[in-house]
């Protein structure tokens, strides 16, 4: 019963394509895939609906005024609302713009974040694209929105989105580093790059009851958190919202798009946001495994999106109460301290796996990080605490 | 149709002149390096290429090479796209046929 | 156990590392140094008493340590150490002076600007010792020997700003590599002959039956070639001079070479290869030991004199040392070798006494040196008085109750049973009369009588001067305990043969001798120096009864029998001639030839321009116009254009690959 | 199918690419440079070199071509349009491919199928990586990093 419940939607796709029994290979092939690609659109899409809404109202309750609640039961159907309202307003385009490249970006930003999605294990044998090397496609994927956001800054020929767009890659590209170095030791530790291996090298309980996810070793849960970090920056999300900050440059690389547009800016965005938050329980929150054993009755996806929205509500609530950082604050922070800190976990891992993954390698594990971590912010602790910027302009 | 390794060949030999010509007859230095890029692509596909279709590819000889290439590759541009830079910022141009002060 | 062994080389590491590490300390950083110093010191001691324990369960004991140093060709150099009662003996006396010297020195020292430096180069001093002692291999035993030297070198020369105190550094330091120059030679000779410098070997070492085999009759001469050097640091008769001189450095520098490191290490050596002089004895007498024995003779009975005649306190310790080594080397010749080593303790200990004891004197009259400006320091200074008589006994060698006392009879009793000659006991004998006298007088002129210029205002000397006095002072007359021929295990433990003893032996007919010398040599002593210093103390320094009565043979020895000026006139006149005449050669005969060739070549440079000029150049000018014309060409295509060579390249390319298409 | 695949990815990684050598506007070029590349990378997934068909589009568009595009930006006041066209080049290259054309057909033995071979797992490469071409990797480790310290060098403005 439970297993049934567990499979149902494999099961389902297999009727589906049990129907086209007689097709060619080839032909069956591309319908699974299709079959894959809607199921995805069609979960984050929603759940971007949701999202957009529950963010709105979660941010409401944190500065103590209802979020929206005029549209539908709860406010429930604003997103409906919204997307009328941007599929109804008019395209702007600039006309001294570079008009391929201005339509082409949000076009590339959009597909390179659902492409992102493709990768990542939902449940139990549902995992839409198995490549051997997932964990690799997930960030070479992700590291084409640069380019796109790039374009949206060149292509509307507007200082305010060329200022937004050198922002964001500057920032993005400092904090991939960490992003990427953070998930070395699991992929260490696991062998291998592919996300279902990692998941399920991380099956089981230690001492019967705690579960064996990465997070709950030293070099997991540090690297847990640079990862998170790191997505918080890759997603431009407060407190990293330099890129966008409204009070600094209208809106960043998205200030000449309008409408539908920039509807999928903002839905790139979250996509996004999914995307990373979904890696980060792969990699180091279990997957879709369940915290306790009584509890494993519950289908596997229930678990993986549990945890796919705590994390998200952890980005709401950061958004609610963080102010916003400076770029070389946020520049200083990237390359002096998570990037040392993610070369320290790489260090820890293989700390631990070499004493035996055990209660020992765990302490050692964690004198390595503590000493690296105190060292690093003994050093970085400069006493001019409110220093003046250093203005650096491109040529 | 069954795919050859002639067609490979085929391929990246026509991307190769491709990138040599954007190397030879762009005046801008950023083609140059782009051309260059093509050309090491270009070769890489054929190491691929050639793994693929040799006889016994358990050790995968041109795949590593093909890394390599790829990862010097990625030096070289940076090099190169840093030398575009500090050449702008003398001569205030990146028009290969103004930089010749090692005319003979 | 064997731990021990495996580690016995932390015993001289420790300190030299110590050294190393006060060198590096700051000036002002003067209580660490010292704290670093002695700590050193102490740890030494406790190694050498751990090193000691084991050496008492077997007689005979020895352990070595060898491996591999380097390997050039097929041959390997290995290099190691050993322990052995001799090694273990010397390590304790080596460790417990020195410690003493290090607490004196920080009380002598105290006022001084380089004190840092000074505990840096002790220790460095205390620990190449050391390295002597349990050096297994005769190539060890020669690097720690010369750091020996080096190290004395730089403390004699301690106050550099003073030119005496420099010339004293340069002297020893040249007169020691002179016999240095010989042991050297001796060691190739030996490592040619027998192959391995090793002393202890698994029966392959040069000290044992096989190598000696090998030796044969060169053991002679390689010990008479080690010898050199022996007599060079123990100040044997011709190399003695640097001796006295050394006194140039601090009084604790004095004590810690005459009684622990320097001179002991020449006895040392020759106890340590004895077998190499007594290859081949016809009962007991062989040439080199033959050599030995007079030599020691000679130094034992010179410095006898010459130190009757001197004024300064150091010095006439000094000479007492000489002739305390020579009378060392006496009975090691005549084949009395645990006397020898015996004596050699015993000395170490009564004499680091005696020095401490001048150190004392010295400090307390304010840095003079002239017994003879002297005087009534018997209640000015009470501790350094009592101390220093003992230790004046035990050199006398007053039996029964002071170390030195027994151990003379043991030498007396080996030089007596000499049967090439019974010329050196009498001589010897002579010698011990003249040694109780010198040191009668001193203490007289020191102690006794009134005041003088000198000891006006003396003042006995801080605890930390005088408690190593009385240290030592305890050890001199206790250690006799374990000299004395009625309990003779030390001798026993030395050679490692079993003994017997019994108390009746205490008393036999050599006690009686003895006391008797001694007790001439004091009372000759007393009565001759009756009436010194009973002058009122304004008077300058009276003339000494001796010079008084015998003036012309005062003034011999006064001036040391004229051995310094002898060598010079002689030695160093002769290499300041050959200095003299290489370098009139050089700015003469040799100049003039270089000048000669010189020219010569000028005139022919000249010649050949003159072709060059109207011949060659014609030619090249030439040459080079036709290159210059082709460059022009060339140049023209070299546009400096990144794409035209690209495409040059390309094109290049696509000829090879036509000509490869036309080949296949 | 493969045969289509091939034919689909060939035409665009070679129109991508005559359009990045030979567009007018700086910035269309480097983009459809990436696409080129992009394309390269399809080939290499064609040929069952996963790993390399990644770190292909990694390196290339997350990094070579975003250099590309910020260098563009940084030289900006240089001519936007690249006016100069170099005919010579084009003969050059059309002789070139010719010429490698020829040898292709010239040689027979390169007309053959694929054999069916294991796929080839990144673990697989990694111990390749780690085993036989260790020393390499650390060359080339070396040799990156010198290139980053020498392109910041570069860049680094003159003080004062």
Same mark, same amino acid.
């Given at each position: 019963?439970?297993?049934?419940?567990?499979?149902?939607?494999?099961?389902?796709?297999?009727? &589906?394509?049990?129907?086209?029994?007689?097709?060619?290979?080839? &032909?069956?092939?591309?319908?699974?895939?299709l079959?894959?690609?809607?199921?995805?659109?069609?979960? +984050?899409?929603?759940?971007?609906?949701?999202m957009?809404?529950?963010?709105?109202?979660?941010?409401?309750?944190?500065?103590?005024?209802?979020?929206?609640?005029?549209?539908?039961?709860?406010?429930? /159907?604003?997103?409906?609302?919204?997307?009328?309202?941007?599929?109804?307003?008019?395209?702007?385009?600039?006309?001294?713009?570079d008009?391929?490249?201005?339509?082409?970006?949000?076009?590339?930003?959009a597909?390179?974040?659902?492409?992102?999605?493709?990768?990542?294990?939902?449940?139990?044998?549902?995992t839409?694209?198995?490549?051997?090397?997932g964990?690799?496609?997930?960030?070479?994927?992700?590291?084409?929105?640069?380019l796109?956001?790039?374009?949206?800054?060149?292509?509307?020929?507007?200082?305010?989105?060329?200022?937004?767009?050198?922002?964001?890659i500057?920032?993005?590209?400092?904090?991939?580093?960490?992003?990427?170095?953070?998930?070395?030791?699991?992929?260490?530790?696991?062998?291998?790059?592919?996300?279902?291996?990692?998941?399920?090298?991380?099956?089981?309980?230690? +001492?019967?009851?705690?579960?064996?996810?990465?997070?709950?070793?030293?070099?997991?849960?540090?690297?847990?958190i640079?990862?998170?970090?790191?997505?918080?920056?890759e997603?431009?999300?407060?407190?990293?919202?330099?890129?966008?900050?409204?009070?600094?440059?209208?809106?960043?690389?998205?200030?000449?798009?309008?409408?539908?547009?920039?509807?999928? /800016?903002?839905?790139?965005?979250?996509?996004?946001?999914?995307?990373?938050?979904?890696?980060?329980?792969?990699?180091? &929150?279990?997957?879709?495994?369940?915290p306790?054993?009584?509890?494993?009755?519950?289908?596997?996806?229930?678990?993986? /999106?549990?945890? &796919?929205?705590?994390?998200?509500?952890?980005?709401?609530w950061?958004?609610?109460?963080?102010?916003?950082?400076?770029?070389?604050?946020?520049?200083?922070?990237?390359?002096?301290?998570m990037?040392?800190?993610?070369?320290?976990?790489?260090?820890?891992?293989?700390?631990?796996h070499?004493?035996?993954?055990?209660?020992?390698?765990w302490?050692w594990?964690?004198?390595?990080i503590?000493?690296?971590?105190?060292?690093?912010?003994?050093?970085?602790?400069?006493?001019?605490?409110?220093?003046?910027?250093?203005?650096? /302009?491109?040529? | 149709m069954?795919?050859?390794?002639?067609?490979?060949?085929?391929?990246?030999?026509?991307?190769?002149?491709?990138g040599?010509?954007?190397?030879?007859?762009?005046?801008?230095a950023?083609?140059?390096?782009?051309?260059?890029?093509?050309?090491?692509?270009?070769?890489?596909?054929?190491?691929?290429?050639?793994?693929?279709?040799?006889?016994?590819?358990?050790?995968?000889?041109?795949?590593?090479?093909a890394i390599f290439a790829?990862?010097?590759?990625?030096?070289?541009?940076?090099?190169?796209?840093?030398?575009v830079?500090?050449?702008?910022?003398?001569?205030?141009t990146?028009?290969?046929?103004?930089?010749?002060?090692?005319?003979? | 156990?064997?731990?021990?062994?495996?580690?016995?080389?932390?015993?001289?590491?420790?300190p030299?590392?110590?050294?190393?590490?006060?060198?590096?300390?700051?000036?002002?950083?003067?209580?660490s140094?010292?704290a670093?110093a002695?700590?050193?010191?102490?740890?030494?001691?406790?190694?050498?008493?751990?090193?000691f324990?084991?050496?008492?369960?077997?007689?005979?004991?020895?352990?070595?340590?060898?491996?591999?140093w380097?390997?050039?060709?097929?041959?390997a150099?290995?290099?190691?150490?050993?322990?052995?009662?001799?090694?273990?003996?010397?390590?304790?006396?080596?460790?417990?002076?020195g410690?003493?010297i290090?607490?004196?020195?920080?009380?002598?020292?105290?006022?001084?600007?380089?004190?840092t430096r000074?505990?840096?180069?002790?220790?460095?001093?205390?620990?190449?010792?050391?390295g002597?002692?349990?050096?297994?291999?005769?190539?060890?035993?020669?690097?720690?020997?010369e750091?020996?030297?080096?190290?004395?070198?730089?403390?004699?020369?301690?106050?550099?700003?003073?030119?005496?105190?420099?010339?004293?550094?340069?002297?020893a330091?040249?007169?020691?590599?002179?016999?240095d120059?010989g042991?050297?030679l001796g060691?190739?000779?030996?490592?040619h002959s027998?192959?391995?410098?090793?002393?202890?070997?698994?029966?392959?070492?040069?000290?044992?039956?096989?190598?000696?085999?090998?030796?044969?009759?060169?053991?002679?001469?390689?010990?008479?070639?080690?010898?050199?050097?022996?007599?060079?640091?123990?100040?044997?008769?011709?190399?003695?001079?640097w001796l006295?001189?050394?006194?140039?450095?601090?009084?604790?520098?004095?004590?810690?070479?005459?009684?622990?490191?320097?001179?002991?290490?020449?006895?040392?050596?020759?106890?340590?290869?004895?077998?190499?002089?007594?290859?081949?004895?016809?009962?007991g007498?062989?040439?080199?030991?033959t050599v030995?024995?007079?030599?020691?003779?000679?130094?034992?009975?010179?410095?006898?004199?010459?130190?009757?005649?001197q004024?300064?306190i150091?010095?006439i310790?000094?000479?007492?040392?000489?002739?305390?080594?020579?009378?060392?080397?006496?009975?090691?010749?005549?084949?009395?070798?645990?006397a020898?080593i015996?004596?050699?303790?015993?000395?170490?200990?009564?004499?680091?006494?005696?020095f401490?004891?001048?150190?004392?004197?010295?400090?307390?009259?304010?840095?003079?040196?002239?017994?003879?400006?002297?005087?009534?320091?018997?209640?000015?200074?009470?501790?350094?008085?009592l101390t220093?008589?003992?230790?004046?006994?035990?050199?006398?060698?007053?039996p029964?109750?002071?170390?030195?006392?027994?151990?003379?009879?043991?030498?007396?009793?080996?030089?007596?049973?000499?049967?090439?000659?019974?010329?050196?006991?009498?001589?010897?004998?002579?010698g011990?009369?003249l040694?109780?006298?010198?040191?009668?007088?001193?203490?007289?002129?020191?102690?006794?009588g009134?005041?003088?210029?000198?000891?006006?205002?003396?003042?006995?000397?801080?605890?930390?001067?005088?408690?190593?006095?009385i240290?030592?002072?305890?050890c001199?007359?206790?250690?006799s305990?374990?000299?004395?021929?009625?309990w003779?295990?030390?001798?026993?433990?030395?050679?490692?043969?079993?003994v017997?003893?019994?108390?009746?032996?205490?008393?036999?007919?050599?006690?009686?001798?003895?006391?008797?010398?001694v007790?001439?040599?004091?009372?000759?002593?007393?009565?001759?120096?009756?009436?010194?210093?009973?002058?009122?103390?304004?008077?300058?320094?009276?003339?000494?009864p001796?010079?008084y009565a015998?003036?012309?043979?005062?003034?011999?020895?006064?001036?040391?029998?004229w051995?310094?000026?002898?060598?010079d006139?002689?030695v160093?006149?002769?290499?300041?001639?050959?200095?003299?005449?290489?370098d009139w050669?050089?700015?003469?005969?040799?100049d003039?030839?270089?000048r000669?060739?010189?020219?010569?070549?000028?005139?022919?440079?000249?010649?050949?321009?003159?072709?060059?000029?109207?011949?060659?150049?014609?030619?090249?000018?030439?040459?080079?116009?036709?290159?210059?014309?082709?460059?022009?060409?060339?140049?023209?295509?070299?546009?400096?254009?990144?794409?035209?060579?690209?495409?040059?390249?390309?094109?290049?390319?696509?000829?090879?690959?036509?000509?490869?298409?036309?080949?296949? | 199918?493969?045969?289509?695949?091939?034919?689909?990815?060939?035409?665009l990684? !070679?129109?991508?690419?005559?359009?990045?050598?030979?567009?007018?506007k !700086?910035?269309?070029a480097?983009?459809?440079?990436?696409?080129?590349?992009?394309?390269?990378?399809?080939? #290499?997934?064609? !040929?069952?070199?996963?790993?390399v068909?990644l770190?292909? $589009?990694?390196?290339?568009?997350?990094?070579?071509?975003?250099?590309?595009? #910020?260098?563009?930006l940084?030289?900006?006041?240089?001519?936007?349009?690249d006016?100069?066209?170099n005919?010579?080049?084009?003969?050059?290259?059309?002789?070139v #491919?010719?010429?490698?054309?020829?040898?292709?057909?010239?040689?027979?033995?390169?007309?053959?199928a694929?054999?069916?071979?294991?796929a080839?797992? $990144?673990?697989?490469?990694?111990?390749?990586l780690?085993?036989?071409?260790v020393?390499?990797l650390q060359?080339?480790?070396?040799?990156?990093?010198?290139?980053?310290?020498?392109?910041?060098?570069? $860049?680094?403005?003159?003080?004062?």
């Amino acid at each position: 019963m439970t297993d049934s419940l567990d499979q149902i939607f494999v099961r389902g796709k297999q009727l &589906l394509l049990s129907s086209m029994a007689h097709a060619p290979d080839w &032909l069956v092939q591309i319908a699974s895939s299709l079959i894959n690609i809607f199921a995805l659109l069609a979960v +984050f899409l929603t759940l971007f609906a949701l999202m957009s809404v529950l963010e709105r109202k979660i941010l409401g309750r944190i500065q103590n005024r209802y979020g929206p609640n005029r549209v539908g039961p709860f406010g429930l /159907f604003q997103p409906i609302a919204d997307g009328i309202k941007m599929l109804i307003k008019e395209d702007i385009v600039p006309a001294r713009s570079d008009k391929i490249v201005h339509f082409l970006a949000p076009v590339l930003i959009a597909a390179t974040a659902i492409l992102a999605l493709g990768i990542i294990p939902y449940g139990r044998g549902m995992t839409p694209f198995r490549i051997d090397g997932g964990i690799l496609f997930f960030f070479a994927v992700g590291s084409t929105t640069e380019l796109a956001v790039f374009m949206a800054g060149w292509g509307s020929n507007n200082k305010f989105s060329m200022l937004g767009a050198m922002r964001a890659i500057a920032q993005m590209i400092s904090y991939e580093l960490p992003l990427i170095i953070t998930v070395l030791p699991v992929v260490m530790i696991a062998g291998s790059l592919a996300p279902d291996t990692i998941v399920a090298a991380q099956a089981g309980y230690v +001492f019967g009851f705690v579960p064996r996810w990465f997070v709950f070793t030293p070099w997991g849960a540090a690297a847990f958190i640079l990862f998170f970090v790191s997505g918080l920056v890759e997603s431009n999300r407060t407190p990293f919202d330099v890129p966008e900050g409204e009070s600094e440059i209208v809106a960043g690389h998205m200030t000449e798009y309008s409408g539908f547009k920039y509807a999928t /800016f903002f839905m790139a965005e979250y996509i996004g946001m999914f995307a990373i938050t979904g890696l980060a329980a792969t990699l180091f &929150l279990g997957g879709w495994h369940a915290p306790i054993r009584i509890l494993e009755f519950i289908p596997s996806y229930v678990w993986f /999106f549990a945890k &796919l929205n705590a994390l998200l509500f952890v980005y709401v609530w950061l958004r609610g109460t963080l102010p916003r950082t400076r770029v070389d604050q946020i520049m200083n922070f990237a390359w002096k301290f998570m990037l040392p800190m993610a070369f320290t976990c790489i260090v820890a891992a293989a700390v631990w796996h070499y004493t035996g993954r055990g209660l020992r390698g765990w302490l050692w594990s964690l004198v390595v990080i503590a000493i690296v971590y105190t060292v690093l912010s003994t050093l970085l602790d400069t006493q001019k605490k409110f220093a003046p910027r250093t203005y650096r /302009f491109a040529e | 149709m069954t795919l050859t390794l002639q067609l490979f060949l085929i391929v990246s030999a026509a991307l190769f002149c491709i990138g040599l010509l954007a190397a030879l007859s762009r005046r801008h230095a950023i083609f140059i390096l782009i051309g260059i890029e093509m050309m090491l692509a270009a070769a890489n596909l054929n190491f691929i290429a050639f793994w693929r279709f040799s006889p016994e590819p358990r050790q995968p000889a041109g795949v590593m090479i093909a890394i390599f290439a790829i990862a010097i590759a990625a030096a070289e541009a940076a090099v190169g796209l840093a030398l575009v830079i500090s050449v702008y910022r003398h001569y205030r141009t990146t028009n290969v046929d103004q930089l010749d002060q090692l005319k003979g | 156990m064997s731990w021990l062994i495996t580690n016995l080389w932390l015993i001289p590491a420790i300190p030299l590392a110590i050294s190393l590490v006060i060198l590096s300390l700051a000036k002002s950083r003067r209580k660490s140094a010292a704290a670093l110093a002695i700590v050193g010191q102490v740890i030494a001691l406790a190694f050498a008493i751990f090193a000691f324990l084991p050496t008492l369960q077997t007689p005979g004991f020895r352990a070595v340590q060898n491996f591999t140093w380097f390997t050039f060709g097929e041959q390997a150099l290995r290099i190691g150490w050993v322990l052995d009662p001799l090694a273990a003996a010397m390590m304790m006396m080596i460790a417990l002076v020195g410690l003493c010297i290090f607490i004196f020195s920080v009380g002598y020292m105290a006022d001084d600007k380089n004190f840092t430096r000074f505990f840096a180069y002790l220790s460095f001093f205390c620990g190449a010792m050391l390295g002597v002692v349990i050096a297994n291999s005769l190539l060890l035993l020669f690097i720690f020997w010369e750091l020996v030297g080096l190290a004395s070198y730089l403390l004699i020369g301690f106050w550099i700003e003073r030119p005496s105190a420099a010339a004293a550094a340069k002297k020893a330091f040249i007169t020691t590599r002179i016999g240095d120059m010989g042991f050297f030679l001796g060691i190739l000779w030996l490592y040619h002959s027998s192959g391995t410098l090793l002393f202890y070997d698994e029966g392959k070492g040069c000290l044992e039956s096989a190598g000696l085999a090998m030796l044969g009759a060169s053991a002679t001469f390689v010990a008479l070639l080690i010898f050199c050097g022996a007599a060079g640091k123990s100040g044997q008769f011709p190399l003695h001079v640097w001796l006295p001189d050394a006194m140039e450095g601090p009084t604790p520098v004095s004590a810690l070479i005459h009684a622990a490191t320097m001179v002991a290490a020449g006895v040392f050596l020759v106890a340590r290869v004895y077998p190499l002089f007594s290859l081949g004895a016809i009962d007991g007498v062989t040439p080199s030991l033959t050599v030995v024995v007079w030599i020691g003779v000679t130094t034992a009975l010179m410095a006898a004199l010459i130190a009757i005649a001197q004024a300064d306190i150091k010095r006439i310790l000094a000479y007492s040392t000489v002739s305390q080594l020579g009378l060392m080397m006496v009975s090691l010749g005549v084949g009395g070798v645990a006397a020898g080593i015996m004596h050699l303790l015993a000395h170490g200990f009564f004499k680091a006494l005696l020095f401490l004891g001048a150190g004392s004197v010295i400090h307390g009259c304010h840095h003079e040196q002239d017994i003879r400006k002297m005087g009534g320091l018997r209640r000015l200074m009470p501790v350094t008085f009592l101390t220093y008589a003992v230790g004046m006994m035990a050199l006398s060698g007053v039996p029964l109750f002071f170390s030195g006392g027994s151990t003379k009879e043991e030498i007396l009793h080996a030089a007596a049973r000499w049967p090439a000659s019974r010329l050196p006991y009498y001589l010897l004998l002579m010698g011990v009369i003249l040694t109780a006298l010198y040191m009668t007088r001193q203490i007289i002129y020191v102690f006794f009588g009134n005041r003088r210029a000198g000891s006006l205002h003396a003042h006995e000397s801080p605890r930390v001067m005088t408690m190593p006095l009385i240290v030592l002072a305890l050890c001199a007359i206790f250690f006799s305990a374990v000299l004395t021929p009625a309990w003779s295990w030390l001798h026993g433990y030395l050679t490692g043969e079993r003994v017997h003893s019994e108390i009746s032996r205490l008393i036999q007919p050599m006690l009686f001798v003895s006391l008797a010398l001694v007790g001439a040599g004091v009372g000759l002593g007393v009565w001759m120096y009756r009436k010194a210093g009973m002058q009122d103390r304004d008077r300058a320094p009276e003339t000494d009864p001796l010079e008084y009565a015998q003036p012309a043979l005062f003034r011999f020895l006064e001036n040391r029998m004229w051995l310094d000026e002898f060598y010079d006139r002689t030695v160093i006149a002769f290499a300041t001639i050959c200095a003299r005449v290489s370098d009139w050669m050089d700015r003469n005969v040799w100049d003039g030839l270089v000048r000669g060739f010189g020219d010569v070549g000028e005139l022919f440079g000249i010649f050949t321009s003159n072709v060059d000029e109207r011949g060659i150049n014609a030619g090249v000018d030439e040459t080079t116009a036709g290159t210059r014309g082709l460059g022009r060409l060339m140049s023209a295509a070299h546009s400096g254009q990144i794409q035209t060579y690209l495409g040059v390249v390309a094109i290049g390319m696509l000829v090879l690959l036509l000509f490869y298409a036309w080949l296949a | 199918m493969n045969g289509v695949a091939f034919i689909v990815i060939a035409i665009l990684t !070679l129109a991508a690419a005559l359009a990045a050598a030979t567009l007018q506007k !700086l910035m269309h070029a480097a983009l459809s440079f990436a696409v080129t590349f992009v394309g390269i990378a399809a080939f #290499f997934f064609l !040929l069952g070199a996963e790993f390399v068909g990644l770190v292909q $589009v990694f390196v290339y568009i997350g990094a070579v071509a975003v250099l590309i595009v #910020f260098t563009i930006l940084l030289t900006r006041r240089d001519v936007e349009k690249d006016r100069g066209f170099n005919w010579s080049g084009v003969v050059v290259a059309i002789a070139v #491919f010719g010429g490698l054309i020829s040898a292709i057909f010239k040689t027979q033995s390169v007309s053959v199928a694929a054999p069916a071979i294991p796929a080839l797992t $990144v673990k697989r490469i990694g111990e390749v990586l780690m085993t036989n071409y260790v020393w390499p990797l650390q060359c080339v480790g070396l040799l990156l990093t010198a290139a980053l310290i020498g392109a910041l060098i570069l $860049v680094m403005e003159e003080k004062g």
